[in-house]
């Protein structure tokens, strides 16, 4: 069991010293890394199982979240568009890995209007995005066609639909 909860918290490692660029680690990771330091074996042992035991019992409690990259993967991308500091809040953005998801590749999913009589878009795992600019499609978008989102400048995103010119849209779910 210690050491499947060392495996498992390597993964919290980032996310926990992201979530503020000053805020050490949580309490219970810092006492199971001070484990390596007792020379005893019997004693090492025995520190690791406590250390693993307040890990299993603070991830029951939610106080830490234990996850893998592919999970913070998912999660950023499912907050792609809306304005949370989601680099930070995972350990993945700049300053970490230099990754940053500047662009995403999806699957329109439905297509109607909004109050304005604009264009709406949903798409599979990025949410709903309304357009915001004056530019259409030059051919309506339809369900199952690829599309891409990008960041653009000054908190404004992109949208492409079947390789046709962007457009402005905003996530508004």
Partial sequence: MAAAAVAAIIGIGPLSAAAKDDSPPPKVFVDLLACRSTQDTQARLACYDQAAAALEAAERKQDIVIADRKDVRELRRGLFGYAVP?????????????EELNRVETKVTAVTSNRAGRLRLI???VGTWDQTDINDFAISPKVGQAAWLEKGALGSYFVSVNK???IKMRRVE
């Fill in 86 to 98: 989601a680099g930070k809040l995972t350990g993945l953005g700049k300053g970490q890995d230099g």
């Fill in 123 to 125: 798409f599979a795992d």
């Fill in 164 to 166: 046709q010119p962007p």
